[in-house]
Nanobody, 123 residues
Framework: QVQLVESGGGLVQPGGSLRLSCVAS????????IGWYCQAPGKERVLVAS???????NYVDSVTGRFTISGDNTKNTVYLQMNSLKPEDTAVYYC?????????????????WGQGTQVTVSS
């Protein structure tokens, strides 16, 4: 299996910053797409930022210029640097990834979600 473990969430004041981390573990061959989603109370989970094939990035309009997604391929880790945080950014942030891993010595596709990390922006 491939597991994603998120960390870095917390309580910050408006205008503050957080850096979220997502570490993928398992017998990973490659990660095709990895990104961050958020889900506020009573709302659907939506894409915030993603990286495809390690080079192409995508951001939702509401975070463009404030959030930056990056990764460390040697550690199978992706980060979300969140600056100029606003109260409306408050949500649970989830890491998601898909790619290929080894199971019983064979390459298999995988798709995994992290457990989520809470981000609260409030005075």
């Amino acid at each position: 299996q491939v597991q994603l473990v998120e960390s870095g969430g917390g309580l910050v004041q408006p205008g503050g910053s957080l850096r979220l981390s997502c570490v993928a573990s398992g017998r990973i061959v490659s990660i095709t797409d990895i990104g961050w989603y958020c889900q506020a109370p009573g709302k659907e989970r939506v894409l915030v930022a993603s990286v495809t094939s390690g080079v192409s990035t995508n951001y939702v309009d509401s975070v463009t210029g404030r959030f930056t997604i990056s990764g460390d391929n040697t550690k199978n880790t992706v980060y979300l640097q969140m600056n100029s945080l606003k109260p409306e950014d408050t949500a649970v942030y989830y890491c998601h990834a898909d790619g290929t891993y080894y199971r019983m010595s064979l390459p298999r596709p995988f798709e995994s979600w992290g457990q989520g990390t809470q981000v609260t922006v409030s005075s």
